[in-house]
């Protein structure tokens, strides 16, 4: 399966414009400054946002289409969508939130294992730490068999040593799964270690020699400076 | 002591609370969520019978449940009965009187909710009725709880509207307050103060559970 969108919708600042496309076992790593549409462009994938125009197309269904007055609720698209914080229900615990759309209950057990946080399924979300339940976020994700993966910044809040380990177990994990993962970050150093293709987003729209600027250009030069500065250390790590 | 008096407003205070709880819930659901043309009209509706003095709704809620308004016409249809002074008429005073104090406190905890916990809830698949059920509801306690406090507090309390509505005839409509009024009218201090009395510890331990409550819900 495939998803294919393209995608104009408008913001305060600027235009969202932008087409793409992602195949299975494929993880496209979208990336970009802050405030630069990227979460608005995925939550258009989710069905969480309406584009002004344009047309999601994911395999033979039509998710979007604005010609056509189409459009599916986040609800029938079946995806799984993991963002910084606030995936987690806080009055469930973490083996109750994992389970909570799961297709097949008795599959949380063997991802708790593979996130390496079966011995915390009873505590409840506040009680463990940022990086565990993320990767609560992800089991739950996961265990809805989604058909598209969608990760929103899904390690940005944690200290540099657990993102780094996370994102190692998501790129061994990457070739288990069968559904095409968009993965959004502003961090170049993430992009090139996880992506399989590299989606550049400024201001709403593909800019393919961001990323070469950004590493090449001094500090406190030009506009885009100050978004250089945090990819410039991460290459440090 | 006016046992039965007692008895008919603690019988009335926990019906008003059970109907409200269920009614306020998708009124307060509508006021935090929803975005639609006269939104505030009608929130400043809801919180009207607050702002209205008892006996201005005593008056309107007479005439329209009086066999010639609207809603006593219907009843008297349906049943052959009238609505005034029985005990389902002040049970519907009571319900208006007290509908700002169930929708606010549920309306309040049900904004605190993080609107990106519930986009996660469609996202897995739940339908707004079933998000509300599964997330909303359970997230909100400790602001239901509160709600349900206020609720019975304010409908034990309830005089003037339900002695326009109700009157006052024993067991079916006389209540508490109005026993103590009319045992202050012809001098019976004594009796008066016992029913007084009995609503202290009552209202007191309901209040310390409003504490807790808010205490409980702080993270």
């Known amino acids: 399966m495939t998803i294919a969108a393209s995608l104009k919708k408008r913001l305060k600042y600027f235009d969202v414009d932008v087409s793409f496309s992602c195949a299975s076992k494929s993880m496209m790593v979208m990336i970009g400054p802050s405030g630069g549409g990227k979460t608005t462009i995925i939550r258009m994938l989710a069905g969480l946002e309406v584009p002004d125009e344009g047309r999601v197309i994911f395999g033979d269904e039509v998710w979007f289409d604005s010609t056509r007055r189409i459009h599916v609720t986040p609800q029938k698209r079946r995806l799984g969508y993991v963002f910084q914080d606030y995936n987690l229900f806080p009055h469930l615990n973490l083996l109750d939130n994992a389970a909570f759309a799961a297709v097949d209950k008795k599959e949380v057990d063997g991802l708790f294992d593979l996130f390496k946080i079966s011995h915390l399924r009873k505590r409840k979300p506040h009680m463990v730490s940022g990086g565990e339940r993320q990767r609560c976020a992800m089991c739950q994700a996961l265990a809805r068999h989604p058909r598209l993966l969608l990760l929103d910044e899904p390690f940005s809040a944690l200290d540099v040593i657990t993102r780094r380990g996370l994102r190692e177990e998501l790129k061994s994990l990457k070739g288990s799964l069968s559904c095409p993962i968009i993965y959004v970050t502003h961090d170049i150093n993430e992009a090139l270690f996880l992506a399989d293709e590299i989606l550049p987003v400024v201001e709403g729209k593909n800019d393919d020699g961001w990323m070469q600027r950004t590493i090449t250009r001094e500090p406190g030069e030009g506009t885009t400076a100050k978004g250089a500065r945090e990819p410039r250390l991460s290459l440090v790590y | ?219």
């Open chain 2, 1 to 219: 002591m006016d046992y039965l008096a007692l008895y008919v407003t603690l019988k009335l205070a926990l019906v008003t609370t059970v109907v409200l709880m269920v009614m306020a819930a998708p009124i307060a659901y509508l006021l935090a969520y929803a975005r639609f043309p006269g939104k505030s009209l009608l929130e400043a509706l809801v919180y009207l019978p607050m702002a209205l003095p008892p006996t201005v709704i005593g008056f309107y809620l007479i005439i329209v449940m009086s066999p010639k308004g609207l809603i006593g016409r219907g009843w008297e249809w349906l049943t052959g009965g009238s609505l005034l002074f029985t005990f389902l008429g002040i049970t519907i005073a009571s319900i208006i009187y007290s509908i700002p104090f169930a929708v606010s406190p549920m309306k309040a905890a049900f904004s605190k909710i993080d609107r990106r916990l519930l986009e996660n809830a469609y996202v897995l698949g739940l339908s707004k009725r079933a998000t509300f059920l599964r997330v909303i509801i359970p997230n909100s306690l400790s602001g239901i709880a509160a709600a349900a406090v206020l609720v019975f507090l304010h409908s034990m309390g309830a005089f003037g509207v339900l002695l326009m509505v109700g009157g006052s005839i024993p067991g079916e409509t006389k209540v508490a307050s109005i026993a103590i009024y009319e045992a202050v009218e012809t001098m019976n201090y004594q009796a008066a103060g016992m029913i007084a009395l009995s609503f202290i510890p009552i209202s007191y331990a309901f209040l310390l559970l409003i504490n807790k409550l808010n205490e409980d819900s702080r993270p």
